[in-house]
């Protein structure tokens, strides 16, 4: 199998529909996509020139296992289609390995986000007014710390360079409908738990993740999008977990901790990043699914 980098798709035998942060979408017909899962890596909301070798692939082992385990849970959008069938044969090696055909569906538009221990927006959010969109939560509660319970806690969907924010649970049911938001919130929170469970046992705490949902022409409602990547996730080493502090993760940190210590304002264009920087972050997402399914990247294909 080949470990060459994707940073763009360009095929010609499908409609091109979209190009996001990290996927390319093509249609497949009129009721199916393919989504192509590229090395693009973004951070500060600004897709950075250099690719990460493998990270494509990695997103697309890791959904794909995650989608399996928790289908008891909620449907997904998958089709089970090959997607080197329905591309040209001098594409595939595009899609081999970074690559789903999935179900066409209506997306929710909400971010739906749930949180088992208090970092990031949270953190500071909670420092700022005791709670997290509108959750309010018991004093003195400390960097990391662990909640008494998972919370919902949604944002919106911003477009590519802008800011999610997040939102109370009242926006999210004047947004899609009361029925609707409770079953986001209801499935959000049980996969997280059931995920969080099975991580935890394979020494990753899984801190916090992003759900996307959609629902067919019916209103049923379906797991779209990736699942407890890196990408969507903060996943964190259980051994280097402490209280007090923000642990390392398995994901871009490195590179956000370079491009901090970079003269760069966050706007585009970004800074190439280093070789060391990319390998070591290549080898912290590929960590991470050796952990979780016991598989390594020349296994994919």
């Known amino acids: 199998m080949t470990m060459g980098t994707l940073f763009e798709s360009s095929l010609k035998s499908l409609p091109f529909l ?9 249609a497949v017909g009129d009721d ?3 989504v192509i899962q590229t090395d693009r890596l973004s951070a500060f909301d600004v897709i950075l020139p250099t ?15 995650w989608f399996d385990r928790l289908a008891h849970v909620i449907p997904n959008h998958l089709t089970g289609i090959e997607p080197a069938s329905v591309v040209a044969a001098n594409e595939r090696d595009q899609v081999a390995g970074r690559a789903m055909v999935v179900r066409r569906l209506r997306p929710v538009l909400v971010e739906a986000i749930a949180r088992g221990y208090i970092i990031g927006s949270g953190w500071k959010d909670y ?14 509660l400390r960097e990391a710390e ?6 919902f806690t949604p944002s919106t969907k911003a477009a590519i360079g802008a ?6 649970y009242a926006e999210v049911e004047n947004l899609i409908g009361a029925e609707r938001a409770r079953a986001v919130r209801d499935a959000t929170l049980r996969l997280y738990a059931e995920a969080a469970d099975f991580a935890r046992g394979k020494g990753i705490l899984i801190a916090d993740t992003k759900f996307e949902f959609g629902t067919d022409a019916a209103g049923a409602l379906y797991l779209i999008d990736e699942a407890l990547t890196p990408d969507s996730s903060r996943f964190w080493p259980a051994d280097q977990y402490r209280v007090g502090t923000s642990p390392p993760s398995f994901d871009k940190q490195f590179v956000r901790d370079w491009l ?11 800074p190439q990043l280093p070789a060391d920087v990319l390998a070591r972050t290549a080898e912290k997402y590929a960590e991470a699914l050796r952990l ?3 598989r390594t990247l020349p296994e994919i294909g």
């Open 18 to 26: 979209h190009r996001g942060k990290v996927r390319d979408l093509y």
């Open 32 to 34: 199916k996509l393919l």
């Open 51 to 65: 690719p990460v070798p493998g990270k494509g692939r990695v997103l697309t082992a890791l959904s794909h296992f």
């Open 127 to 140: 420092q700022k007014t005791g709670a997290i969109c509108g959750i309010r939560l018991p004093a003195g």
């Open 146 to 151: 662990k909640l008494p319970a998972p919370i």
């Open 163 to 168: 800011h999610d924010e997040n939102i109370p």
């Open 260 to 270: 901090e210590a970079q003269k760069w304002n966050k706007q585009p264009p970004a």
């Open 292 to 294: 979780l399914t016991g």
